[in-house]
């Protein structure tokens, strides 16, 4: 009898440890909303902007150097704990055009699927959950429940990317073009 | 003991649950944009991935173009290491 309660209590162990584990999946979504993540991203990308500034002076697709440099920027903020910031690190070549696939046919072939979930892993879901899988970064060939999760924090990083860029745009054009900024931040322009 | 560590095994080899997969996307359809007004009502998984998958692109989108208007404004702005302190601040 003693035995068998000691292993009642290292099977409630192990599972209390399984779920501490399973819960650490990945940072909240509301990190990336943070003051802190914001200003720390802030400065990151000032620099790296400023390094792309100095290479490529009169480049065309320096646009998309200014992108990548800001997805690198993001990735690092993620501090690797997700996918799509490990595949972004990894890989410079960021898909982000969708390709034209072949116009909606039959239903690709569905893998069969075990477990209790086969209800919510209908074909329309399959084939919506790959084309997120698409969309985020690094996720191309991962399962259902991890595509939503990475889904899931990549959309606060990007909203955050978003609003922390718009801000830069927006004072560094508020000042105008072609001179130096101290001139010009005595005038306060809220954003 | 082995009986419990295959046991144990066997549960971590992610069988996901229906429960896990609607908890999974109803914290998606939290984070899409007009999830304020429809938080009551859960929304079908498939409305909720195509959502998503628009959203996610519109967002690429924007960053397309916020990159490109940096990418023009940072050519004719000059900025020192000072303005960008001052920078910094600013945007908080």
């Known amino acids: 009898m003693a035995i068998s309660n000691s292993e009642g209590d290292s099977a409630a162990k192990e599972r209390e440890r399984k779920r501490k584990r399973s819960a650490e999946v990945g940072p909240s979504p509301s990190k990336w909303r943070t003051v802190s993540e914001r200003t720390l991203y802030s400065s990151k990308l000032l620099e790296a902007l400023r390094r792309v500034r100095g290479t490529a002076p009169a480049d065309p697709p320096r646009s998309r150097a200014v992108r990548e440099a800001a997805d690198r920027v993001l990735a690092v903020a993620a501090r690797g704990r997700t996918r799509w910031s490990r595949a972004i690190l990894s890989s410079r070549a960021l898909k982000l055009k969708p390709r034209k696939r072949r116009p909606a046919g039959p239903a690709r072939s569905k893998k069969p699927l075990a477990g209790a979930a086969e209800m919510k892993r209908s074909p329309v879901l399959q084939r919506k959950a790959r084309v997120l899988g698409r969309l985020v970064p690094g996720c191309r060939k991962l399962s259902f429940p991890t595509i939503l999760e990475e889904a899931s924090d990549y959309i606060p990083a990007l909203e955050m990317q978003v609003r922390v860029m718009s801000a830069l745009a927006a004072m560094l054009s508020s000042s105008g073009a072609g001179a130096p900024l101290s001139d010009r931040l005595g005038s306060s322009q809220p954003f | ?92």
């Open chain 2, 1 to 92: 003991m082995s009986t419990r560590r295959s046991r144990s095994r066997r549960s971590s080899s992610s069988r996901i649950t229906d429960d896990q997969i609607i908890d999974l996307v109803s914290k998606l359809q939290a984070l899409l944009p007009e999830s304020h007004r429809r938080s009551t009502e859960r929304e079908s998984a498939a409305k909720v991935l195509q959502d998503t998958c628009n959203y996610i692109r519109s967002l690429h989108q924007e960053m397309d173009d916020l990159s490109e208007r940096l990418a023009e404004l940072l050519a004719t702005t000059e900025t020192t290491s000072d303005q960008a302190a001052i920078i910094r601040s600013l945007l908080m």
